[in-house]
Nanobody, 118 residues
Framework: QVQVVESGGGLVQPGGSLRLSCAAS????????MTWYRQPPEKEREFVAS????????TYADSVKGRFTISRDNAKNEAYLQMNNLKPEDTAVYFC???????????WGQGTQVTVSS
Protein backbone atom coordinates (compact mmCIF):
# COMPACT_ATOMS: atom_id res chain seq x y z
CA GLN A 1 0.00 0.00 0.00
CA VAL A 2 1.34 3.40 -0.97
CA GLN A 3 0.67 6.46 1.16
CA VAL A 4 0.54 9.78 -0.65
CA VAL A 5 0.65 13.11 1.16
CA GLU A 6 0.49 16.54 -0.46
CA SER A 7 1.68 19.76 1.13
CA GLY A 8 2.49 23.34 0.24
CA GLY A 9 -0.91 24.79 -0.56
CA GLY A 10 -2.10 28.15 0.66
CA LEU A 11 -3.35 31.60 -0.24
CA VAL A 12 -1.40 33.58 -2.82
CA GLN A 13 -2.02 36.75 -4.79
CA PRO A 14 -2.43 36.68 -8.57
CA GLY A 15 0.96 36.56 -10.22
CA GLY A 16 2.49 34.83 -7.25
CA SER A 17 4.10 31.42 -6.90
CA LEU A 18 3.68 28.28 -4.85
CA ARG A 19 5.47 24.97 -4.75
CA LEU A 20 3.50 21.87 -3.93
CA SER A 21 5.13 18.71 -2.65
CA CYS A 22 3.93 15.14 -2.85
CA ALA A 23 5.54 12.49 -0.64
CA ALA A 24 4.92 8.83 -1.44
CA SER A 25 5.90 5.97 0.84
CA UNK A 26 5.32 2.24 1.01
CA UNK A 27 6.73 1.28 -2.36
CA UNK A 28 9.78 1.83 -4.51
CA UNK A 29 9.29 5.46 -5.52
CA UNK A 30 11.26 4.94 -8.71
CA UNK A 31 8.51 2.61 -10.00
CA UNK A 32 5.76 5.18 -9.52
CA UNK A 33 4.55 7.60 -12.14
CA MET A 34 3.38 10.79 -10.45
CA THR A 35 0.50 12.96 -11.56
CA TRP A 36 -1.06 16.16 -10.29
CA TYR A 37 -4.77 16.83 -10.64
CA ARG A 38 -6.92 19.65 -9.39
CA GLN A 39 -10.57 20.19 -8.60
CA PRO A 40 -11.84 23.76 -8.77
CA PRO A 41 -14.90 24.69 -6.71
CA GLU A 42 -18.02 22.98 -8.03
CA LYS A 43 -16.17 21.51 -10.99
CA GLU A 44 -14.84 18.13 -12.03
CA ARG A 45 -11.35 16.99 -11.18
CA GLU A 46 -8.93 17.73 -14.02
CA PHE A 47 -5.46 16.70 -15.08
CA VAL A 48 -2.65 19.18 -14.43
CA ALA A 49 0.70 17.49 -15.04
CA SER A 50 2.45 14.15 -14.96
CA UNK A 51 6.01 12.90 -14.84
CA UNK A 52 7.51 9.56 -15.81
CA UNK A 53 9.32 7.27 -13.42
CA UNK A 54 12.77 8.54 -14.41
CA UNK A 55 11.68 12.13 -14.77
CA UNK A 56 12.51 12.37 -18.45
CA UNK A 57 8.97 12.85 -19.69
CA UNK A 58 6.60 15.54 -18.44
CA THR A 59 3.12 16.26 -19.70
CA TYR A 60 1.04 19.34 -18.98
CA ALA A 61 -2.50 20.55 -19.41
CA ASP A 62 -2.71 23.41 -21.88
CA SER A 63 -4.01 25.71 -19.17
CA VAL A 64 -0.77 25.47 -17.17
CA LYS A 65 1.90 25.11 -19.86
CA GLY A 66 4.65 27.66 -19.43
CA ARG A 67 3.59 28.45 -15.86
CA PHE A 68 3.77 25.14 -13.97
CA THR A 69 6.69 22.72 -13.76
CA ILE A 70 6.48 19.17 -12.47
CA SER A 71 9.58 17.46 -11.13
CA ARG A 72 10.62 14.60 -8.88
CA ASP A 73 13.43 13.60 -6.59
CA ASN A 74 13.62 9.82 -6.41
CA ALA A 75 16.19 9.99 -3.62
CA LYS A 76 13.69 11.87 -1.45
CA ASN A 77 10.59 9.96 -2.61
CA GLU A 78 8.94 13.23 -3.54
CA ALA A 79 7.35 14.92 -6.52
CA TYR A 80 6.80 18.64 -6.87
CA LEU A 81 4.65 21.11 -8.72
CA GLN A 82 6.17 24.56 -9.09
CA MET A 83 3.40 27.00 -9.92
CA ASN A 84 4.31 30.46 -11.20
CA ASN A 85 2.23 33.38 -12.43
CA LEU A 86 -0.79 32.01 -10.62
CA LYS A 87 -4.24 33.13 -11.71
CA PRO A 88 -7.57 33.13 -9.86
CA GLU A 89 -8.72 30.28 -12.09
CA ASP A 90 -5.93 28.13 -10.63
CA THR A 91 -7.86 28.09 -7.36
CA ALA A 92 -8.59 24.45 -6.57
CA VAL A 93 -7.81 21.51 -4.36
CA TYR A 94 -4.68 19.93 -5.80
CA PHE A 95 -4.31 16.17 -5.62
CA CYS A 96 -1.32 13.94 -6.21
CA UNK A 97 -1.67 10.47 -7.65
CA UNK A 98 0.94 7.74 -7.67
CA UNK A 99 0.63 4.83 -10.07
CA UNK A 100 2.89 1.81 -9.90
CA UNK A 101 4.08 0.59 -13.27
CA UNK A 102 4.12 -3.08 -12.23
CA UNK A 103 0.45 -3.57 -11.29
CA UNK A 104 -1.10 -0.29 -12.42
CA UNK A 105 -2.51 0.39 -8.95
CA UNK A 106 -3.33 4.02 -8.21
CA UNK A 107 -2.97 5.84 -4.92
CA TRP A 108 -4.32 9.28 -4.15
CA GLY A 109 -3.48 11.85 -1.53
CA GLN A 110 -6.00 13.85 0.45
CA GLY A 111 -5.37 17.07 -1.45
CA THR A 112 -4.08 20.52 -0.61
CA GLN A 113 -5.99 23.76 -1.11
CA VAL A 114 -4.58 26.47 -3.36
CA THR A 115 -6.39 29.80 -3.37
CA VAL A 116 -5.35 32.60 -5.71
CA SER A 117 -6.96 35.85 -4.68
CA SER A 118 -6.12 39.47 -4.01
Amino acid sequence: QVQVVESGGGLVQPGGSLRLSCAASGDDFSTLTMTWYRQPPEKEREFVASISIGGATMTYADSVKGRFTISRDNAKNEAYLQMNNLKPEDTAVYFCKARDIDYNNEYWGQGTQVTVSS
